[in-house]
């Protein structure tokens, strides 16, 4: 029996929809192997240097299709705990970072890389994560969002405020470039969606996989920037930035139990507090302190997609309490 020409694109997408949604799911796999790969073979990637602001800002677009006007109407409806778990994010993570950089005593650019990475918003994989984990999404997909629209103030001034006594922190360029590289592609992508919703709707697993493909990338280019400066330095950087993922995780679940919330929202806070958009610290360290602060952000990447991943895989086999969301 011959398909229609309708039947066979129906077939294709389907597929194609799932190729995407298991490239996006193992996006820690695909982390390290390009890691790896850029290690060894450094070249293909140094030679994109230069387009890496712009991979960053599609890497926002993507993530500005996948948003909907639902997701900002949950801000308003519960503010009170995005309030919590947004304070909670520009806080823990911030000081932890500045503490853990006196406590190893780390070089200016290093704990600048470690001090930005702290200060960044909140990964947007974490929402991926919080879903596999059975936590509460739409409360991740909320903290998010509101820390993404915060951090053009909040990350260039806390940077300022904690790591200008160790490097010359470009407070205004920053904001600059936080605007032009996270909430212009944003609101681009958000506006696509709203306004093509119909053609969107059939390909938009294909904008996770954008967003996922130039993370990726950015955190290769690092490792191929640094690979003679990897073996002096790897041992710190790792030990404090699991230090500091690890802090972050249990600080999450204690704010959570402070405030009596479920399982679920404890869950989150575990996931969006420990995940840092370490991508945007990596973009903005490479753009505004040099290769070695990128340092930091780049490895964190790394370490907070494989604890995440181990949390919400062991979550996944267990039903959080019901009786509070």
């Given at each position: ?77 519960k ?80 940077t ?15 904001v600059f ?48 920037l ?29 704010v ?63 039903s ?6």
């Amino acid at each position: 029996m011959r398909l229609s020409d309708r039947e066979l694109s129906f077939i294709l997408c389907s597929m194609l929809n799932k190729i995407l949604s298991f490239y996006t799911k193992y996006f820690a796999v695909w982390v390290i192997l390009f890691g790896v790969a850029a290690y060894f073979w450094p070249g293909p990637f140094v030679a994109l240097k230069g387009y890496m602001d712009w991979f960053f800002a599609l890497t926002m677009f993507g993530i500005g299709v996948v948003l909907q006007v639902k997701d900002f109407k949950r801000i308003i409806q519960k503010p009170i705990i995005v309030l919590i778990g947004s304070a909670a994010q520009f806080s823990i993570m911030p000081l932890g970072a500045f503490l853990l950089s006196k406590l190893f005593n780390l070089p200016p650019e290093i704990a600048v890389g470690l001090i930005l990475t702290g200060s960044a918003p909140g990964a947007m994989a974490s929402n991926v994560m919080s879903y596999i984990a059975k936590a509460d999404t739409a409360y991740s997909v909320s903290l998010t969002t509101v820390s993404t629209l915060l951090c053009p103030l909040l990350t260039p001034g806390l940077t300022f405020l904690l790591a200008g006594s160790r490097l010359q922190v470009p407070f205004f360029e920053m904001v600059f470039s936080v605007i032009m590289m996270v909430i212009v592609p944003l609101f681009v992508g958000f506006g696509v969606r709203h306004f093509f919703r119909n053609k969107i709707e059939k390909v938009l697993p294909v904008f996770p996989a954008i967003s996922v493909t130039f993370i990726i990338f950015i955190c290769s280019l690092v490792i191929a920037l640094n690979k003679s400066y990897l073996g002096q330095v790897t041992a710190v950087i790792l030990t404090a930035g699991i230090v500091l993922n690890v802090y972050g995780m249990l600080a999450g679940y204690g704010v959570g139990s402070v405030f009596r919330m479920g399982l679920k929202r404890r869950r989150t806070l575990v996931i969006e507090i420990g995940m840092q958009n370490a991508g945007l610290g990596t973009v903005l360290a490479l753009k505004h302190f040099g290769e070695k602060a990128a340092m930091p952000a780049a490895i964190f990447v790394f370490i907070c997609i494989i604890t995440a991943s181990v949390m919400a895989a062991i979550w996944q086999r267990t039903s959080p309490d019901k009786s509070r969301s």
